[in-house]
């Protein structure tokens, strides 16, 4: 992989790494001795690097990756149990930590540019969530996926929202309530992974895939990932009625004259991202 020298986002630590391939931004979760748990400075390191992303018209698609053997344990149990000795018994560091999560999640989904899972390991609570909130995601073969917080009287119900936007009900259910381990293969099955490939490969399979979309249109992967996941929460006929009316203004833009000109033509197209 030829790419810049991974970076630290903020120059005094080194939680998330940042490097560069091409058209392609790698975000590397690095606190292995954590399990890459999203302690509220990794929170706000994602933040800052997804608000860099969005407006770096230079990055075409993003990956999400980590360090370690576990992708990322979700919430640090150990941060949020240290707040319990404040006077309010730790619940607005609570509410403020998960609205928090939430905000960076949806950083995830409104981003323009798509954004790739390479999960290397475990992802468990909002680790799980972090996968199911990107666009894509590809897994090694030994990755499991879990929402466990019943085994510890938290349900996760932050990383619940995201679940159940990928995955069926009773899917999304039978991995809330038991809190069981789901491999790799079973996380395709559901939906919940795009991919599953063998161990030490999922970085290199989702910066290919990356590189694949980024070769579109950027305009076009704006307009599209936004139209999908608005029309995802409206009824069968306003979804139709919306996504008319996207593709109608599509149709007006420079890159979709250009592209059926190119297929019309047997050329390739040549984007302007407008």
């Not at 079973?186 to 290919?208: C, M, Q, S």
Request: proline share 4%; hydrophobic share 50%; glycine share 6%.
């Amino acid at each position: 992989m030829t790419s810049q020298t991974a970076r630290a986002i903020d120059p005094a630590a080194t939680i998330l790494l940042r490097e560069t391939d091409g058209p392609v931004a790698i975000l590397t979760l690095n606190r292995p001795n954590a399990r890459n748990s999203l302690s509220m400075d990794l929170l706000a390191a994602l933040a800052q690097a997804l608000d860099d992303i969005a407006a770096d018209k230079d990055v075409r698609a993003a990956v999400i990756a980590a360090n370690g053997p576990a992708f990322c344990a979700g919430h640090d149990l150990k941060e949020l149990t240290a707040q319990r000795g404040d006077a309010d018994g730790g619940r607005e560091f609570f509410r403020t930590t998960m609205l928090t999560c939430s905000e960076m999640m949806q950083k995830i989904v409104n981003l323009p540019q798509p954004v790739i899972a390479a999960v290397q390991g475990v992802a468990t609570a909002a680790g799980c969530q972090l996968v199911a909130s990107c666009d894509l995601a590809i897994a090694a073969a030994a990755a499991k996926f879990a929402t466990p917080g019943v085994d510890i009287g938290l349900f996760c119900s932050t990383p619940m929202v995201a679940l159940s936007r990928n995955v069926s009900r009773k899917h999304a259910m039978e991995m809330l309530l038991t809190g069981e381990m789901v491999p790799a293969a079973r996380a395709a099955e559901i939906g919940l992974v795009n991919r599953v490939v063998p161990a030490g490969d999922e970085l290199k399979a989702a910066v290919a895939l990356a590189k694949q979309i980024a070769a579109k249109s950027a305009y076009t992967l704006k307009v599209g990932k936004q139209a999908f996941y608005r029309q995802a929460e409206m009824g069968l006929a306003e979804a139709y009625a919306y996504a008319s009316g996207v593709m109608t203004e599509n149709m007006m833009a420079r890159d979709a004259e250009e592209g059926i000109c190119a297929f019309i033509d047997k050329r390739e197209p040549k984007w302007q991202d407008r």
